[in-house]
């Protein structure tokens, strides 16, 4: 089975503060992804992997810096963090050839206080 | 660009009855296009997928779905829904030949009501 897992399934920080949001995969997956879910607004890419050190920008990179050193692990980074912020963070990794199905972790519940 | 759109934020049915999702998309070429279940304070999990071939396509937990190119429609169905149905679905799409990213549409609550 294949295996995203998020660091943490909740967060409470302060504004301002530096987060650092870490996902690892275990199967050997190309490319990695980092959403932000909303109610109502579906899920936002902000952020893309296709390869280490690789990065692209998505919908919604504003605010979001990415790092990704190894194959595995690709973390999200927010520089100095701001109420509007707090929301479900999503990390997903796939294969850049074949069906492209996205496999998630189980997210983290960042609250920015 | 990509769209998907899911036009009821949620949809309520009876245990037993058959369900329906509805998703419609905005893509140039043929499409790849995905369903994903959420349930509560989880991630999003596969549940299936239109390539090509059979427009009908078949997926995980009793979930079909069928592909309808001339109304750019890709419905998701059950024929008997189930209470543990309950959850947030997400409609994707991929665009052929468009790399890897997939944009989500924003996602309906179905309720199955015993």
């Known amino acids: 089975d294949v295996k995203v897992t998020q660091s943490s399934r909740y967060l409470v920080k302060r504004t301002g503060e530096k987060v650092f949001l870490e996902c690892v995969q275990d199967m050997d997956h190309e490319n990695m992804f980092w959403y932000r879910q909303d109610p109502g607004l579906g899920l936002r890419l902000i952020y893309f992997s296709y390869d280490v050190k690789m990065k692209e920008k998505g919908d919604i990179p504003e605010g979001y810096s990415v790092s990704r050193e190894k194959k595995e692990r690709f973390s999200l980074i927010l520089e100095s963090a701001s109420t509007n912020q707090t929301s479900m963070y999503l990390c997903?990794?796939?294969?850049?050839?074949?069906?492209?199905?996205?496999?998630f972790g189980a997210g983290t519940r960042l609250s920015v206080l | 660009a990509q769209s998907v759109a899911q036009p009821e934020d949620q949809v309520n049915v009876a245990e037993g009855n058959p369900l329906t999702v509805k998703c419609t998309y905005s893509?140039?070429?043929?499409?790849?296009l995905f369903w994903y279940v959420q349930y509560p304070n989880r991630g999003l999990q596969f549940l299936l997928k239109?390539?090509?071939?059979?427009?009908l396509v078949k997926g995980s937990y009793g979930f079909e779905a069928e592909f309808n190119k001339s109304q750019t429609s890709f419905h998701l169905k059950k024929p008997s829904a189930l209470v543990s149905d309950s959850a947030l679905y997400f409609c994707?799409?991929?665009?052929?030949?468009?790399?890897?990213?997939?944009?989500f549409g924003g996602g309906t609550r179905l309720m199955v009501k015993p």
């Open positions: 997903a990794s796939s294969f850049s050839e074949g069906t492209y199905i996205q496999y």
């Open positions: 239109y390539i090509t071939g059979d427009n």
């Open positions: 994707a799409v991929r665009p052929y030949r468009a790399g890897n990213m997939l944009t």
């Open positions: 893509v140039s070429g043929n499409p790849y």
